[in-house]
């Protein structure tokens, strides 16, 4: 059988502080609403104050400032991104909308500005510009040509 030393030994080193909620015996008889409120803020600046000496307290507290820094540096971008996002969308949505109404009015409201005419030599004459039909160089959107 081992036998056990009766020697008292003591922890030493940091010790974080212990958090306490505020007692549930602090009753003041303003309202049934008012004193829950009021027990709920203190928890909160309570769990606040907890927050602000843990990252203020003890090792690496300009690391721990850089995360915080990083971390509402992220939320923000975050938040802008989506912003910028919901402003494209309705930007999107808005030419859509319009598109469709300009060309409607552009097919009901186009004139003929010039008339093509067939030369002999196969060419084609449109006002002061000739160009043969045949040697075509590309096709671009919305049935435009290139040609020679």
């Known amino acids: 059988m081992p036998e056990y030393s009766t020697t008292r030994l003591q922890i030493t080193g940091r010790v974080d502080p212990v958090i306490i909620p505020p007692a549930a015996s ?20 309570s769990k606040v104050e907890g927050v602000v000496r843990y990252v203020m307290g003890g090792d690496n507290v300009e690391l721990k400032l850089v995360m915080v820094g990083i971390t509402v540096t992220m939320g923000a971008m975050f938040l802008y991104i989506m912003y910028q996002v919901r402003e494209l969308r309705h930007q999107s949505s808005r030419s859509q909308s319009s598109g ?22 196969g060419k084609v004459r449109v006002g002061k510009i000739t160009f043969d039909a045949k040697q075509v160089l590309g096709k671009g959107c919305e049935g435009t040509f290139v040609f020679k």
């Open 100 to 121: 469709s109404s300009q060309s409607s009015t552009l097919s009901t409201n186009s004139h003929v500005t010039a008339l093509a005419e067939e030369l002999p030599d």
């Open 26 to 45: 602090n009753t003041s008889n303003v309202g049934p609403s008012s004193n829950n409120t009021l027990t709920h803020d203190l928890i909160v600046d």
